[in-house]
T-cell receptor
Framework: DTGVSQNPRHKITKRGQNVTFRCDPISEHNRLYWYRQTLGQGPEFLTYFQNEAQLEKSRLLSDRFSAERPKGSFSTLEIQRTEQGDSAMYLC?????????????FGSGTRLTVV | GEDVEQSLFLSVREGDSSVINCTYTDSSSTYLYWYKQEPGAGLQLLTYIFSNMDMKQDQRLTVLLNKKDKHLSLRIADTQTGDSAIYFCADLKGNNNDMRFGAGTRLTVKP
């Protein structure tokens, strides 16, 4: 198992464009989480899935953000009409429901720069 | 306000011990974690402690938990230059749905 994989590693986009990121969790993990990390801050929770169901969304997740996990495996995070304030590192993490309390496993993140 | 607070910077000499401190506000936090982040990388889980424990030791790492004061610390013995990174404290409630992080402590190890 190669851990949690995120693609792309870096994305530069012009303001107003749409972007999509992908996360492949550890295969036996049924929970998947998206976090956003801005410079000098800790990760902030955006949303999480248990299998294919999106069970919780943060107020940080505006209408321009949408996340999916259609088959309960990989997930995508789309940002529409990007703004400069969306520039951040987007982190994905996964866990097994029965052992979530042992901690989440994070991917290396996708760094988004909106110019 | 912040649910999890950490001091922002710590500088030590190679070979010394490092102690990184964290306070949390939610008394229902059941699980607490320390993560390490190196430049441009994701978060690496270092260790965790459950709220029914006072101390946990794992090789060079010692975690102390004071539930009364809601204070968590991470001690790194014999600190090496490779330990230079940002260290995040995080907590998780019993519902396991929302791990919350502090702003991170940047540890610099000088040779």
């Amino acid at each position: 198992d190669t851990g949690v994989s995120q693609n792309p590693r870096h994305k530069i986009t012009k303001r107003g464009q749409n972007v999509t990121f992908r996360c492949d969790p550890i295969s036996e993990h049924n929970r998947l989480y998206w976090y956003r990390q801005t410079l000098g801050q800790g990760p902030e929770f955006l949303t999480y899935f248990q299998n294919e169901a999106q069970l919780e969304k943060s107020r940080l997740l505006s209408d321009r953000f949408s996340a999916e996990r259609p088959k309960g495996s990989f997930s995508t995070l789309e940002i529409q009409r990007t703004e400069q304030g969306d520039s951040a590192m987007y982190l994905c993490a996964s866990s097994r429901q029965s052992s979530t309390h042992y901690g989440y496993t994070f991917g290396s993140g996708t760094r988004l720069t909106v110019v | 306000g912040e649910d999890v607070e950490q001091s922002l910077f710590l500088s030590v000499r190679e070979g010394d011990s490092s102690v990184i401190n964290c306070t949390y506000t939610d008394s229902s936090s059941t699980y607490l974690y320390w993560y390490k982040q190196e430049p441009g990388a994701g978060l690496q889980l270092l260790t965790y402690i459950f709220s029914n424990m006072d101390m946990k030791q794992d090789q060079r790492l010692t975690v102390l938990l004071n539930k009364k004061d809601k204070h968590l610390s991470l001690r790194i013995a014999d600190t090496q230059t490779g330990d230079s990174a940002i260290y995040f404290c995080a907590d998780l409630k019993g519902n396991n749905n929302d791990m919350r992080f502090g702003a991170g402590t940047r540890l610099t190890v000088k040779p």
